[in-house]
């Protein structure tokens, strides 16, 4: 079964660092594009940033210059590493990833979201 898990979360103070990783298991033929969003307590979840599978990478405007997102294709992985965190970041933050299953000789098109990791920035 396809799945993802998310590790990376946590604590950290403003200014401070964290990076976190996702890991696609299961019957996988291929992965198009992966992505990390977010969703803050009384907000609607949002984008944080995406990634193709060849490398063209898109950000939401709030972490432009801050978050970098990246991917390793061939562990189906992907990662995102946050630098200079600020109170407004604090969030669970889910990875999405759509996903070409092969079972057999079939073929599905699915779009999966891991259980989400929680980072809270505060001092």
């Known amino acids: 079964q396809l799945q993802l898990v998310e590790s990376g979360g946590g604590l950290v103070q403003p200014g401070g660092s964290l990076r976190l990783s996702c890991a696609a298991s299961?019957?996988?033929?291929?992965?198009?594009?992966m992505g990390w969003y977010r969703q803050a307590p009384g907000k609607q979840r949002e984008l944080v940033a995406d990634?193709?599978?060849?490398?063209?990478?898109n950000y939401a405007d709030s972490v432009k210059g801050r978050f970098t997102i990246s991917r390793d294709n061939a562990k189906n992985t992907e990662y995102l590493q946050m630098n200079g965190l600020t109170p407004e970041d604090t969030a669970v933050y889910y990875c999405n990833a759509k996903v070409i299953e092969k079972t057999g000789l079939r073929y599905g098109s699915l779009e999966v979201w891991g259980q989400g990791t929680l980072v809270t920035v505060s001092s």
């Open positions: 299961g019957n996988i033929f291929m992965i198009n594009t």
């Open positions: 990634i193709t599978s060849g490398g063209t990478t």
